[in-house]
């Protein structure tokens, strides 16, 4: 276990001095760089097995913002690891969910997979998060034949390695008027979801690459009330 913590924490601050370096470079995101933002709703339907997380086992519609964006900014029609942010309030406090393409079987929901379009292929949060009944991974799954960029989402959830069940539906409004990609920073280490955490060795990967993400990339103003 020590080991294993030793190993996060070298690995977080690698991480956090490519990100900072990249932020500072590009004067912009390091990872996504550019994106489009669009008003959303997260209609939550919940089966029979409690979460433990507020959001998932209470039925209701909540607003919301997702930013749909590559991962690297290559550009169409080469293909790019496709990512999906979402923004909700709880509350008053934003709470954002980040989820990234990869397959969708036991091991492959693990594994980022590159496509041509976002609308091909499952998106999932890729590493379990922390709920107070256990591990839980989350996932976004366009409607079968969608081919670039999908209207709506089936919600998902799963325990590794198990089946995934369905918890709902997000469908995608108009992009959000004014700047085309705002200057929004989604962050799931500041803004958690009640009721959901990253798990200790995850964690120490991650803070030190937001931290340096967001002393390189500084926003004073952001743009991203979800009922804006």
Known sequence: ?????????????????????????????????????????LSIRPGAASTG????????????????????GLPVPLPDIHGAAIRLDAQGDPVDLLFAGTGQGRLTRHVLVPRRAVGRGALTTLIPLRSAHGPLLLGLFPDPGEDAEPGAFTVRISRPGGPWQSRGRLSLGATVTGEADPPLRFDTVLH???????YPTERALREPAYAAARRGWPVEAETGSVGQ
């Open 1 to 41: 276990m020590k080991t294993m913590s030793a190993l996060a924490l070298a690995g977080g601050a690698v991480l956090g001095a490519t990100f900072g370096a990249v932020a500072v470079l590009r004067g912009s995101k390091p990872l996504h760089p550019v994106g489009v933002l669009r008003h959303g709703t």
């Open 53 to 72: 997380v507020p959001l998932l086992d209470e039925p209701g519609e909540h607003e919301c913002l997702v930013r749909l964006s590559r991962a690297t």
């Open 192 to 198: 958690p979801v009640p009721g959901l955490d990253h």
